[in-house]
């Protein structure tokens, strides 16, 4: 079993920055991909960015450019950089991990873009 905890949202203005993180813990005996993913009300959770545990990475069209998804696999983590953020950004942000053949989803963090 693991345990996902993310961290790092918050309130910001057009334009601004905001880096999200997430940790897994727990019995984990091997990790693969990384994902992020965003829901917000009335929409469709949708995939924001992942990385496999080679640091091959993926993003949604909406945000290349514009937000940069990197992990550390001895600390079995993996972060969000977002940069340039808009309103239409403003999500709950999700951290799901592949581990053991198994997905495992954090309760995730809200990011509020506004000004």
């Known amino acids: 079993q693991a345990h996902v905890v993310e961290s790092g949202g918050g309130l910001v203005q057009p334009g601004g920055s905001l880096r999200l993180s997430c940790a897994a813990s727990?019995?984990?005996?091997?990790?693969?991909?990384m994902s992020w993913y965003r829901q917000a009300p009335g929409k469709q959770r949708e995939l924001v960015a992942s990385i496999t545990n080679s640091g091959r990475t993926n993003y949604a069209d909406s945000v290349k450019g514009r937000f940069t998804i990197s992990r550390d696999n001895a600390k079995n983590a993996v972060a969000l950089q977002m940069n340039s953020l808009k309103p239409e950004d403003t999500a709950v942000y999700l951290c799901m991990i592949m581990a053991d053949l198994r997905s495992y989803w954090g309760q995730g963090t809200q990011v509020t873009v506004s000004s």
């Open positions: 727990g019995n984990i005996f091997s990790l693969n991909v």
